[in-house]
């Protein structure tokens, strides 16, 4: 009859065949067993010309995987307390937003906003995405503008303003940075982008996001943790 008992060296194998974030966690127990079976004699532990016996190996090993796990999970958590951290406006409503991004055609550039996250131009003339700013900050400002015909402008009164600081450096000038103006429309849309001054861009931009009434920061209730 054959044998069908799997040795240790095919059941590492097996791992090769799993997801990822399984294979830290089964290689560890994995060694975890081996030394268990070497502590109860049931698998030989039989050290070769001077290498290191097997269950040493395998405690390394252990110890390795526990680690690379922990690793793993601190940096999740530091992520994690970073987006805590993070302004999403009320009630949260940017949130479900962030990563997004959509541009617009003008001029020279291509311009990029991604939702809390970054701004960007592209050159139509070629060459990489130049960061124009990393999303800091939300921001209430008074627009005062008259309405346009199109609908595709700021208007007058409160409106939010994403603060995107912190850039790509300027040559011989300041990192670059965007302030994002939001009012209310039906679709995402990059309406204008200028520069006021040299690497200072302002970007308006219609969203449904921005058809609730803005509320002063100090009206803002505090994330409650
Ligand atoms: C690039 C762009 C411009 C900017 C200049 C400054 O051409 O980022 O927007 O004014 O650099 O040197």
Not at 17 to 26: A, G
Not at 215 to 221: G, L, N, T, W
């Amino acid at each position: 009859m054959a044998n069908h008992r799997l040795t240790c060296f095919e059941v590492y194998n097996f791992e090769a065949y799993l997801p990822s974030f399984l294979r830290e966690y089964i290689h560890g127990k994995l060694d975890l067993l081996r030394v268990w079976l070497i502590e109860n004699g049931i698998l030989a532990d039989n050290p070769k010309g001077g290498a290191e016996s097997k269950r040493v190996v395998a405690a390394r090993d252990a110890f390795q995987s526990a680690a690379n796990d922990l690793t793993s999970k601190e940096n999740q958590l530091t992520e994690a307390q970073r987006d805590l951290e993070m302004d999403y406006g009320t009630d949260d409503i940017f949130r479900a937003l962030k990563g997004k991004c959509f541009s617009t055609d003008s001029g020279e550039y291509e311009y990029e906003l991604c939702w809390m996250d970054k701004t960007s131009q592209k050159s139509k003339k070629g060459g990489g995405h130049t960061t124009m700013g990393n999303y800091v900050r939300i921001d209430t400002e008074m627009a005062d503008e008259e309405a346009r015909v199109d609908g595709k402008g700021l208007g007058s009164g409160p409106r939010t303003v994403l603060r995107y600081d912190n850039g790509q450096g300027c040559w011989n000038g300041p990192n670059r940075r965007t302030d994002v103006w939001l009012a209310c429309a039906e679709k995402e849309e990059i309406w204008r982008v200028s520069e006021s001054e040299k690497c200072v861009y302002r970007m308006e931009v219609g969203t449904p996001a921005a058809c609730e009434d803005v509320q002063q920061p100090a009206e803002r209730p505090k994330d409650e943790l």
